[in-house]
């Protein structure tokens, strides 16, 4: 079977995104991808270590790699969503702050 999402999220599941606030953040994505509509467009993944630890939680977005730093959950509309809705790869925003 071939994935035909365009877009894939890969947020850190790993100890210091975990002690972060990952799960926060995941659920965010979650709500706001299922809100926009973009089920069918974007997959949330979750990944090991990005080897980032210090900017933690990160997540990486393909096509790119798009990274975001200190990603928190009010960033996530509009740091994230906003831009794949568009259908557009993100921008690099190299950090949520
Ligand atoms: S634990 Fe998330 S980048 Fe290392």
């Known amino acids: 079977m071939i994935d035909e999402r365009r877009f894939r999220l890969y947020l850190c599941a790993a100890i210091h995104c975990s002690a ?8 965010a994505l ?20 990005q080897n980032r630890c210090e900017d933690a939680p990160n997540l990486t977005v393909w096509p790119g790699p798009v990274r975001y730093r200190r990603l928190q959950p ?9 831009r ?14």
């Open 30 to 49: 979650a709500q706001q991808i299922a809100a926009a509509g973009l089920g069918d467009a974007v997959e949330l993944r979750d990944s090991g270590c």
């Open 20 to 27: 972060a606030g990952r799960a926060a953040v995941h659920r």
């Open 84 to 97: 794949l809705h568009d259908d557009a790869p993100p921008s690099d925003s190299g950090s949520a702050r």
């Open 74 to 82: 009010a960033d996530v509309a509009r740091l994230v969503i906003a």
